[in-house]
């Protein structure tokens, strides 16, 4: 099984990243969310990966891995217009799909923003709120925040 997620992080760092500095640029990085409105607080930690289209545009899917009762999973594919304050700080409103296992398998949306923080050349903080309303009505709708940190490439 851990062979198995290890492949999956890798295929997703391949497969998308970028930079929201240049078109054509990749980010990758880890990740450490926290699922707020769950009942109980919930931890998780992964990675995502960014393709920026344009200086302005760019997708971001991630992969959490949930920590309690039961290891489970949460995938997000986010899409992200980021604003460019200045050289050092950039914001973006974000809206996507997700699909996790908090308690049992559903799929709903994402919506939210965050912002990135160049602490080096190529290195980034990021940090973001989104809410996840489900597209079922048995549970809560988490609200996420995040805090991570970005290699552009």
Not at 19 to 46: C, E, F, H
Not at 92 to 120: C, H, M, Q
């Amino acid at each position: 099984m851990k062979k198995i997620l290890f492949t999956a992080i890798a295929a997703l760092f391949v497969a998308s990243a970028a930079s929201a500095q240049d078109a054509g640029k990749w980010a990758v990085g880890p990740r450490m969310n926290i699922y707020t409105n769950t009942g109980d607080g919930v931890v998780g930690l992964g990675a995502f990966a960014r393709y920026s289209f344009t200086d302005n545009w760019r997708i971001e899917p991630s992969m959490m891995f949930l920590l309690h009762n039961h290891c489970s999973i949460d995938l997000s594919f986010d899409a992200q217009y980021v604003f460019h304050l200045s050289n050092d700080w950039k914001i973006y409103p974000s809206v996507g799909l997700t699909a996790n296992e908090i308690g049992r398998w559903a799929a709903g949306l994402n919506i939210g923003g965050g912002f990135d923080f160049k602490v080096a050349r190529d290195w980034d903080l990021t940090a973001g709120l989104k809410w996840q309303p489900m597209f079922d009505n048995l549970r809560t709708n988490p609200v996420t925040i995040s805090i991570g940190a970005c290699y552009r490439f």
